[in-house]
């Protein structure tokens, strides 16, 4: 999460003082309560589990868990990720990124990071260089990390940019029985890699170790990114109505299983008595004795049980539920109104809610990718690769069902009018324009080679795969002789 200070008061801004990066933690610490709630909620840990029925113990106090924020989470983050983020430029000089980026499987790392912004409303990712060559031939590979929100503050400075200062991961380290045994905290900043490493607790002190290298990104390579403009969750909102949407179910089922042990009374019968109550009625067994008759003949047998409305329950129920899916701005997917046969125009106009959600996800998801793609590139450009990223495209296409048919005829529509990095870029499943180009220019390349070997009548058949062999060829003459002389004969 973000913590924004004076820069001024660092003297220096690529070694912070001991000072500066406690007061971070232990700020940055107030704020995991909320964090490790919110990951409670997607993890299916929510407040129903804690319900207790003071006024009845020998009630069955069902706890159901009807987990919406696992819901929401998981479709905003399939909905906005589901299909790859494609990079388009028109230069084209994006290329060795883009490989970079395949070569680590980036679109299941983006999953991961989205999931993170879902949940607690910002993520963070760390970018650094793995050594994967040898001693006698040097290599390395830039790899992106996930890191949890918990465990790392971005810290900037106070202005209108929030321009990054450093970073600060806090690693809690244990030993072989489990038990706590301090902490490693990696700060990184502009130019440096600084680790401490403490004995207790993930204070700083004068006597924790410390080890300084340097990188190569240029600035502070960790992005931190974020969900909106508050850095919410998306189903944070919405906690509290999934609590009463819990409370209520579970009480459905708990009414259902006590109407179940309900108890047997009995009218108009006289038992008795072992003890006597001071009224004129007595207790034995359980059962009270003189009690009135009921109905014309006196005597009666009923279970006593509780009147409740199933119809205005499950009114109740469908309203709660529809009040979180409204919220959220992510549909019950289960409704009537999403049928298969649904056609993938129509599919847009009912989930319209949602790609307003997209918009604004995706606006400022883009933000950081751009952060990422410009340390990549400075590190890139260090390996001596020609990196451009100033014109590059990003584009986030919605996993939802789609009319190809209407796609492939609006980029037909759009040649010549808008460039093909960009309208291929409407293609589902495709995250790199530029290799779908390529494709097309070595088809059409084919295309006119077919079409040559067509009008000059030569196939190629002899060339690549003669019919038969020279071997095959004096065979067949040998035989051809054989078969005159036998005629002659």
């Not at 060795?96 to 409303?121: M, N, R, W, Y």
């Not at 539920?321 to 409204?326: Q, T």
């Not at 319209?352 to 933000?367: D, E, P, R, T, V």
Request: glycine share 6%; aromatic share 6%.
């Amino acid at each position: 999460m973000g913590l924004a200070i004076d820069e001024s008061l660092l003297a220096d801004v690529n070694d912070p003082s001991l000072d500066v990066l406690n007061y971070a933690i232990s700020t940055h610490k107030k704020a995991i309560r909320r964090l490790k709630k919110l990951f409670d909620y997607y993890d299916g840990k929510q407040a129903i589990l804690k319900h207790t029925m003071a006024n009845n113990q020998h009630s069955s106090n069902n706890r159901t868990v009807v987990n919406h924020a696992k819901y929401i989470t998981d479709m905003a983050t399939g909905f906005t990720v589901g299909n790859p983020i494609a990079y388009a430029s028109k230069k084209g000089l994006i290329q060795p990124i883009i490989d970079a980026l395949k070569a680590i499987d980036i679109q299941s790392h983006d999953t991961e990071l989205e999931k993170d912004l879902s949940v607690f409303g910002a993520g963070d990712e760390l970018i650094y260089l793995k050594n994967i060559g040898t001693d006698q031939a040097p290599d390395t590979q830039i790899r992106i990390e996930k890191i949890d929100p918990r465990a790392i503050v971005m810290v900037t400075d106070d202005t209108v940019e929030h321009n990054p200062l450093f970073a600060i991961y806090v690693q809690k380290k244990r030993n072989l029985q489990g038990y706590e045994n301090g902490c490693l905290i990696t700060v990184y900043t502009r130019q440096n890699v600084i680790q401490y490493r403490t004995s207790m607790g993930d204070e700083l002190d004068n006597n924790a170790d410390k080890t300084v290298e340097k990188h190569y990104f240029g600035d502070v390579p960790v992005v931190e990114y974020r969900n909106n403009e508050e850095r919410q969750g998306d189903f944070e909102q919405v906690i509290p109505s999934i609590d009463d949407y819990n409370t209520l179910q579970s009480d459905r089922i708990t009414d259902k299983q006590d109407f179940i042990d309900a108890l047997l009374v009995v009218y108009g019968f006289t038992l008795d008595s072992d003890k006597d109550t001071g009224s004129g009625s007595s207790i034995k067994n359980g059962m009270i004795n003189g009690a009135p008759g009921k109905g014309e003949d006196g005597a009666s047998v009923e279970w006593l049980t509780k009147n409740f409305d199933e119809t205005q329950i499950e009114i109740l129920s469908k309203s709660v539920e529809n009040d979180i899916h409204k919220i959220s701005y992510i549909p019950n997917m289960n409704d009537e109104n999403f049928m298969g046969n649904v056609s993938g125009e129509a599919m847009k106009y009912k989930l319209f809610a949602m790609g307003n959600l997209l918009s604004i996800k995706s606006s400022y998801m883009a933000k950081g990718l751009r952060k990422r793609l410009s340390l990549m590139q400075h590190v890139l450009t260090i390996k001596g690769q020609k990196v451009d990223i100033s014109d590059c495209q990003i584009t986030f296409t919605p996993n939802i069902p789609v009319n190809l048919t209407d796609i492939v005829a609006n980029i037909k529509n759009a040649d010549g009018v808008i460039p093909r990095t960009i309208t291929y870029s409407w293609l589902p499943g495709t995250d790199n324009p530029q290799e779908v180009i390529d494709q097309m220019k070595q088809q059409t390349v084919d295309n006119i080679k077919t079409n040559q070997a067509a009008l000059t009548g030569d196939t190629g058949a002899n060339i690549d795969q003669p019919p038969y062999s020279a071997d095959t060829a004096s065979n067949s003459e040998d035989k051809a002789d054989d078969s005159n002389q036998n005629t002659k004969k």
